[in-house]
């Protein structure tokens, strides 16, 4: 089966006929999809067991498919492209990491002009690439720079991982290295790993071979987040959105962010979604800004497509305090 990605399809065949499965849910992420049929099929035929692919979304360990499972009465989830999580799912499940393929050699030479000036790097990575953290770490030593590796702590499962609602490894050291190395591609985690560490992060993505620093997306991000909270501070009305999936319900930050909100005046209206669609939140014609208190992403990711502002529960208490507002932008 050809891919850039480790799908480990013998290692699941095998577990599914270890747990004798009859029935199993597979689910993957937006980019493995491709891959789905293929793996569905090699499932079916080598083990008896009926697989069934889900169309739901799949954006992390935290959105994993135990409703469908229940409902469809699987005895097994298999879950691809997200390393376990710490919360148990009712369902057995079956974690498969897909970690990336491609080499990472050819990129990293790229790395040293945007670490002129540093003695000790953090050295991180999301999980398609924690395989690599090794091989880098060796490199960047080779090149005179002291390395260190965040031990795993809170949600993320691996030393050096991050999350994008977890960037705990990453604390554990930012405070003893002067720049922060990711290996990852896209923006969301890069933005989130310079946020929570108020240091300078150069991200090496090595599906294209590029190597940036966080310093100007940083500017921009706080920009464009800046100016949703400006635009909030002025409305009347909220509605806090409570995510009711796996992983992402969190009732108590949704009460404190309503008890915020009301000792500040304004009228709050309580919402829950599993799959939230903003198109949804456009109609609601009562409601002047809204926040999320499932996955952040949710509020970063498609805040272009929100046409009132939406904020984090993280950004409703900056918001509500002039002070914390103010110094907002000059926090990266």
């Known amino acids: 089966m ?18 004798k499965s009859k029935r199993v849910i597979l ?24 697989a069934i692919i889900s169309l739901d979304s799949c954006y992390g360990a935290c959105d994993l498919a135990v409703h469908a499972a229940s409902r469809l009465n699987a005895d097994l989830i298999v879950h691809y492209g997200h390393a376990p999580w710490v919360s148990k799912s009712s369902i057995p499940t079956i974690y498969v990491e897909a970690f990336a393929s491609v080499d990472i050699g ?10 002129r000036g540093a003695k000790k790097i953090g050295l991180l990575s999301t999980v ?27 949600r993320v499962h691996y030393d050096g991982q991050v999350l994008g609602c977890d ?23 890069s933005i989130g790993l310079a946020l929570e560490t108020k240091k300078e992060s150069i991200v090496i993505d090595p599906s294209s071979g590029s190597v940036f620093s ?13 100016a949703r909270m400006v635009e909030a501070r002025a409305a009347d009305s909220f509605g806090i959105i409570i ?16 008890e915020k909100l009301t000792g500040s005046g304004k009228g709050v209206t309580m919402f829950c979604v599993d799959n939230l669609d903003p198109e949804r939140l456009n109609f609601m014609g009562d409601i002047d800004a809204f926040v ?41």
């Open 27 to 50: 689910q993957l992420p937006d980019g493995l999809m491709q891959y789905a049929v293929q793996i569905s099929n090699r499932i079916s035929k080598d083990t008896g067991a009926e």
């Open 214 to 226: 966080t310093k100007e997306l940083l500017h921009q991000y706080l920009r464009s987040r800046y």
């Open 2 to 19: 050809g891919s850039q990605y480790d799908l480990q399809v013998d290692k699941v065949v095998q577990e599914v006929k270890r747990r």
């Open 167 to 189: 960037y705990s490894s990453a604390r554990s050291i930012s405070a003893d290295v002067d720049k922060l190395v990711l290996i990852g591609g896209g923006k969301f985690h």
């Open 292 to 332: 999320v208190t499932a996955c952040p992403r949710i509020a970063i990711d498609d805040a272009e497509r929100f046409k009132k502002p939406v904020l984090t529960a993280e950004e409703v208490k900056i918001m509500l305090s002039s002070e914390l507002l103010e110094g907002y932008l000059s926090s990266g």
């Open 243 to 258: 995510g009711i999936k796996f992983g992402q319900l969190n009732m108590s930050e949704a009460l404190n962010a309503k």
């Open 128 to 154: 398609q690439h924690i395989h690599e953290l090794i091989k880098v770490k060796g490199f960047l030593e080779k090149n005179g720079f002291e390395v260190m590796i965040g031990k795993a702590a809170g």
């Open 106 to 115: 050819s990129v990293l030479p790229k790395t040293i002009a945007f670490l």
